[in-house]
DNA sequence: CCGCGCAAAATCGTATACGATCTGTGGTGA
DNA sequence: TCACCACAGATCGTATACGATTTTGCGCGG
């Protein structure tokens, strides 16, 4: 799908572009992706377009453009004649998030397990080595870091790009919802990390697609219940 | 997801909006969308703005955001500084979208699956048995109708808008992919209500997530290959 | 006859301007 | 004191205008 899109998602590994895009309303996109991401612009607070403009250096039209894009990326909530404002930390959002990257991720990883070749399954074991390494010394976001990069590793030979792109989407969309999951519950880290062994063994292993399509399933899964575990811990009904 | 965005996904059972939705973009949108469906704007031709915009009585802004809706729903494609050409009925995007949209129906379906009550179930029979009727003396369009009726009605109680997002948005393309699939492959509709009874089974036993997963995804996928095997018989290398 | 370059037409991208709609505030009457 | 209404400010939605880029067609030279 990415190569359907105009606009290259950001952050997708495959779209190492410049800064410059030659285009006033990707910029003011990345823009605001990235503050939001970084958290410059708060949950909650709201995205005026003329402000914006004026602090981009640019007319409301390409600002307004690139907050529709965010809209559909459900990284802002928009109401009409009112404004868009930055889509907050809502549990109930993070656990829709997380089951749909899920399902697309299990997915996208069981059908390129096949045609990871030897060195690209070495690699993957590298980065997790480096990441049962941090374990020590638990630093939230360059293990988040290192996670994309594991599992990106194990998506180079997409089939599907549109499923590629959810994907894509929805690590965004986490990124923008809180910059670390791990830096909530550290004590995920460690099972994450033994997780990711056991699927680099059932992809080395040429394990049938629906047992790679679980394991991966489950990996991210297991992560969401975690969350919940830790933040709601009140919520037994 | 649908709850969401600013403008209600056109075909969306729950988005019963009327023509008038208050807004030039979302009219524009729905009359392109529409335009689109019905082959009104033959895949390949190109969407020029000046000219919709004349057609629509309104000025070239909103017709441009609709222009980009299109495009992030992946009905036009679109390159900077030449305008939006809708997509063709490229066999591989046909394939993408449909292993994509068995993916999210699959889980989708499973998840719903517990939350049936028995009235829908019945109704979806019912459906189903008109479905069957309809067998004898073919009609393609009616078919594919009853089809995503048959469908919804085991979406009613859907836990993720994200993910039904994703259906809806599966199903707008493959309307706009080309009017009906079982006009192509006339041969895989009395194959597909014995499916659905199947799956209708399935759920009425209570059966578990994944079986009922399954077997709705592999319902679309027997679509896509009876689709691929007719359509391309040399496609053999 | 074919390739090359330039100019004109077509089309998009962005800026600015204005009307429409929403939100909040202050005042008035009960 | 509280509810309600009117008005003003803020913000968005759309129209129009103009510059930027691409495409196309024509003429020239080989």
Redesign the interface.
């Known amino acids: 799908?990415s190569t359907?899109?105009?606009a290259a998602p950001v952050g997708a590994p495959d779209a190492v572009a410049p800064a410059e895009s030659?285009?006033k309303a990707d910029r003011a996109y990345q823009a605001l992706i990235e503050g939001i991401q970084q958290g410059r612009f708060a949950p909650g607070s709201r995205l005026v377009l003329a402000q914006l403009a004026d602090e981009l250096g640019m007319s409301v039209v390409p600002v307004r453009?690139a907050i529709?894009?965010l809209?559909?990326d459900?990284l802002v909530?928009?109401?009409?004649n009112v404004g868009a404002t930055v889509?907050g930390v809502d549990p109930e959002e993070y656990r829709?998030?997380m089951?749909?990257l899920a399902?697309?991720e299990g997915?996208s990883t069981a059908q390129c397990a096949p045609l990871v070749t030897a060195a690209e399954l070495e690699r993957a074991r590298d980065i997790n080595a480096r990441m049962r390494a941090l374990l020590d010394d638990f630093d939230p976001v360059e293990f988040t870091a290192l996670n994309k990069e594991f599992h990106s590793t194990l998506f180079e030979h997409h089939q599907?790009?549109?499923?590629l792109d959810?994907v894509h989407r929805g690590w965004n969309r986490l990124t923008a919802l809180r910059s670390s999951t791990f830096a909530h519950v550290p004590g995920r880290a460690p099972q994450s990390v033994a997780e990711h062994d056991q699927l680099l063994d059932l992809i080395a292993a040429g394990a049938p697609f629906?047992d790679i399509e679980?394991a991966a399933r489950q990996h991210r899964a297991n992560t969401l219940t975690a969350y919940m575990d830790t933040m709601a811990p009140a919520d037994q009904h």
Do not use: K
Request: charged share 25%; proline share 3%.
């Open positions: 799908m359907l899109r105009g030659h285009s453009e529709r894009r809209q559909h459900d909530s928009y109401e009409r889509v829709y998030t089951e749909t399902l697309v997915f599907n790009p549109h499923i959810l629906q679980a």
